[in-house]
């Protein structure tokens, strides 16, 4: 996963990738993961791994686990992987 070396998480505080709860802080702490997600050069590769490995906690790729799951969703079980007109930001 050569990918991950230009991830801009490394550098950020990993509580704000995986949350723990539904509500309040925790909304708060994943929109900051969000918001990191959205400049980092290697969203496209990750969101693509998260989604090949079947991630189904934190936010990766600019996702949380429910969006990976809708995304998994339309892409359907074996279906070829494709680009993501979703990731693009
Ligand atoms: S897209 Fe987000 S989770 Fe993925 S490497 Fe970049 S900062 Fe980390």
Redesign the pocket.
């Known amino acids: 996963m050569e990918?991950?070396t230009?991830?801009?998480?490394?550098r950020?505080d990993p509580d704000l990738?995986f949350a723990v709860g539904t509500a309040g802080p925790t909304l708060r702490e994943e929109l900051a993961?969000k918001r990191?997600?959205v400049r980092?050069p290697?969203?496209r590769p990750?969101?693509a791994w998260?989604l090949d490995s079947g991630q189904a906690h934190g936010?990766?790729?600019?996702t949380n686990a429910e969006e990976r799951a809708a995304l998994r969703r339309r892409r359907g079980p074996g279906a070829p992987r494709a680009p993501l007109s979703t990731a693009a930001h």
């Open positions: 990918w991950m230009g991830a801009l998480c490394a950020a990738f993961a990191i997600c980092c290697v969203l990750c969101l998260a936010v990766w790729g600019g």
